[in-house]
Nanobody
Framework: QVQLLESGGGSVQPGGSLSLSCVVSEHTWISACMAWFRQTPGKVREVVANMYDNVAPTYADAVRGRFTISKDGARNTLYLHMNSLTSDDTAMYYC????????????????????WGQGTQVTVSS
């Protein structure tokens, strides 16, 4: 079974930047639907950004223009670069993979994803 391992979370001041990484244990999955989700206590896990194969990625309205999802196939790694962070971005961030074709413009529900990392905490505070 594919394994996902996130890293890069931490604490940052408002307006700062942070980058997350997700190493995928099996190379074939890096071309599948890969996504970053986030969740705060008491709230539903929400998709932040996702990408499939080599098509253009899709972003949630709340992060478009500030976050960038990318991948390095040679390193089996998915990234999330986050800029202009605000307190609203504070959450546990999860990497996820699915066999669906999450083409550009579609933000899939978390229930469609089969595999999850353990999560990495991002805290934005002054």
């Amino acid at each position: 079974q594919v394994q996902l391992l996130e890293s890069g979370g931490g604490s940052v001041q408002p307006g700062g930047s942070l980058s997350l990484s997700c190493v995928v244990s099996e190379h074939t999955w890096i071309s599948a639907c890969m996504a970053w989700f986030r969740q705060t206590p008491g709230k539903v896990r929400e998709v932040v950004a996702n990408m499939y194969d080599n098509v253009a990625p899709t972003y949630a309205d709340a992060v478009r223009g500030r976050f960038t999802i990318s991948k390095d196939g040679a390193r089996n790694t998915l990234y999330l670069h986050m800029n202009s962070l605000t307190s609203d971005d504070t959450a546990m961030y999860y990497c996820a993979a699915a066999t669906i074709r999450c083409t550009t413009g579609w933000l899939p529900h978390h229930s469609l994803f089969d595999h999850w990392g353990q999560g990495t905490q991002v805290t934005v505070s002054s």
